[in-house]
């Protein structure tokens, strides 16, 4: 019996084995162990979710219980004076809270002033929890109020769930007896749940939502795993984790839902493949070894071959080969040899490659973990900062050195004044003493965060992320970021042109801190032209180029303006009009830098100061297709 009628049995037989074990291993064992981390990390992603709700209802919570704990309050439920209303609780105070209701209950769970306002807009908005002039029935709204006690949690209205928190009111000085509750309500709107789901890194939406008075149906899908408030539904593509989310009394109020994509799985059945692979090949290489013991008479030749190859595996060196010209099944093994040896010191480079890679990605993730770690504290001394200077008695002084200014001629009420001057002036100085020190650490902080972002720009040299946007998003996002001391030196004007673009793939992220640094640079060419405030209007237009359709934003000032020596060099590296410690923004130089790594450019205009200047930005014009439009609008 010749050779290969043997080598095909034996393949044969040994292949049916090794399918089998290889599928009882990748069906019963690998697999469910790629399903089961899936659903913890769906789990955990709505964990996130839930943390950002909450998160959201404990701010709400905070922010109650500032205004409940202010003297002005205090004596607002006391007096009923009006006049605290009109000065203190306006359309753009209550915009500035983000919150949709308002309303002052006194004793008997009956509102003394209350308001409801429509998200965005702020018309007067027909909410039922308003309407109804007191507090819910229900028995924790009575028990918060008779015994002085915070809540916050969510409840049903007629304009959908609502994030509400109420509060004791107090002196000012976090002491009673309490003279009632307010009350802050902000609305779940699609708008809010696009933004916890941002925060939460998860695409979140509300399955199920129950209406005033009825009963939440639908909580979840007929064939959805159930586990307590939780379920779980596995799709092909997608794994949906449904939320039940209870309101203040308890009662079930609206089912959340994430689509996680099945990235996990996928990726663990590509992997499993590539162990097939790789097994598959091992065994073709123990049975051509089979195969050489079966036939004696090519025993040596396949010894011979044996013996390269045990020189190579034990050696380091990879451009060996077996070079056995042979016109048989030996010859066609060393050649496979061969060629398998070129392939894999190809994966070992590709290997490195990838894994230098690997390692630049996690330094960079690690800089910036540090970055998160460094603004927690900067945060918490910010806010301690704030909190000293608002209980600073700066009102009692002022009071005290306008009655002295009056020069009234009794010495007893004179002394009297001069003494309380000497201690609101001790609090005073105890105040800016404390308060140096929280600077103290800021800038240790901020010196930190220098650090690790200087540390992290060796690795932003990495191809920018594109995405499909609508260009007043990426613009307004922008201005968010700018600072609002300069923010409010500036009257922004958004042409409708930016809308008329539609939705366009853009590196959103890089853009935003140009556009940033942009509205940065307007606002200080106003103040230096000595104006507390100015206008900045921003448009786009396609603009056909020599390297195809481009778009061109124009960012148009009416400050000092530029003059005509600094035209050129304003995009230089190093070069600024600004003093150092004037100086807010990252530079135009960096500006210019990236955006001509996106394949467009920058240039300036002005006719000199004072007339203002424009700064253009040219990009390259990728429009979404179509399917891509309406989901990024």
């Given amino acids: 019996m010749k050779l290969r009628p043997k080598v095909i049995a034996l393949l044969g037989g040994l292949f049916g084995v090794l399918a089998a074990s290889q599928f009882f291993t990748q069906e019963k064992i690998l697999l469910p162990s790629f399903a089961a981390l899936e659903r913890e990390v769906a789990t955990t992603d709505m964990e996130r979710v839930n943390q950002a709700l909450n998160r959201d209802l404990d701010l709400i919570a905070v922010t109650t219980a500032d205004w409940a704990d202010w003297d002005a309050t205090y004596r607002f439920m006391q007096s009923r004076d009006t006049a605290f209303i009109d000065e203190n609780i306006t359309l753009s105070a209550i915009q500035g809270l983000r919150v949709n209701a308002v309303a002052f209950v006194d ?95 998860a695409n979140l939406a509300i399955s199920a939502l129950r209406k005033p008075g009825s009963e939440l149906a639908g909580i979840f899908p007929a064939d959805a795993e159930k586990s307590g408030d939780q379920a779980l539904m596995i799709r092909d593509d997608f794994t949906d984790v449904y939320q039940v989310v209870h309101d203040l009394t308890g009662v079930p109020l609206m089912t959340l839902r994430i689509q996680v994509p099945r990235n996990i799985s996928q990726r663990g059945r590509e992997a499993v493949d590539y162990a097939v692979f790789f097994t598959v090949v091992s065994g073709v290489a123990v049975l051509l070894l089979m195969i050489v013991m079966l036939n004696s008479s090519v025993l040596k030749p396949i010894g011979q071959v044996t013996d390269r190859a045990v020189e190579i595996g034990q050696g380091n060196d990879l451009t060996l080969r077996l070079d056995l010209p042979r016109a048989d099944e030996i010859g066609t093994l060393a050649q496979a040899f061969d060629r398998m040896l070129e392939r894999l010191a190809a994966a070992l480079r590709q290997l490195v490659d990838q894994s230098y890679e690997a390692g630049v990605a996690e330094n960079a993730g690690g800089i910036l973990h540090n970055l998160g770690n460094a603004m927690t504290p900067l945060g918490v001394n910010v806010a301690g900062l704030q909190n000293a200077l608002r209980e600073a008695p700066t009102a009692d002084v002022e009071l005290v050195v306008a009655e002295l200014d009056q020069e009234t001629g009794d010495p007893g009420r004179k002394a009297d004044l001069e003494k309380l001057l000497r201690l609101t002036s001790r609090e005073l100085a105890r105040i800016v003493t404390a308060a140096q020190h929280d600077i103290d650490a800021i800038a240790r902080q901020a010196q930190t965060i220098r650090e690790v972002l200087a540390h992290q720009a060796q690795y932003s040299n990495s191809s920018k992320p594109v995405e499909t946007v609508l260009l007043p998003q990426i613009v307004e996002q922008s201005i968010e970021l700018v600072p609002p001391a300069l923010r409010e030196t500036l009257t922004i004007d958004i042409d409708p042109s930016l809308q008329q673009v539609g939705a366009v793939r853009l590196a959103r992220t890089t853009l935003q801190q140009v556009f940033q640094n942009l509205v940065l640079n307007a606002a200080e060419a106003v103040r230096d032209a000595g104006r507390e405030h100015g206008l900045l209007s921003i448009s786009v237009a396609p603009a056909s180029t020599d390297r195809g359709e481009q778009l061109r934003f124009c960012f148009a000032d009416d400050g000092v303006g530029i003059a005509e020596d600094n035209l050129a060099r304003i995009f230089e590296k190093g070069f600024s009009t600004k003093a150092a410690s004037t100086n807010s923004g990252i530079g135009l130089h960096w500006c210019a830098n990236v955006v001509n790594e996106l394949g467009g450019r920058m240039y300036a205009e002005s006719a000199g100061s004072p007339r203002g200047s424009k700064l253009f930005v040219m990009l390259p014009l990728e429009r979404a297709q179509p399917a891509r439009r309406q989901r990024a609008a």
């Fill in 107 to 201: 004793f008997t769970g009956k509102f003394l002033w209350a308001k409801a306002i429509a998200p965005g807009t702020g018309d007067p908005l027909d909410l039922d929890l308003i309407k109804q002039g007191a507090l819910p029935p229900a028995a924790i709204w009575q028990e918060a109020l008779s015994h002085g006690r915070s809540l916050h949690g969510l409840v049903s209205t007629n304009r959908g769930a609502m994030l509400v928190a109420g509060a004791p009111i107090l002196d000012g000085h976090g002491r009673g007896p309490s003279r009632g509750m307010l009350i802050l309500g902000r609305l779940l709107t699609e708008d809010e749940i696009a933004t916890i789901g941002r925060q939460a890194q």
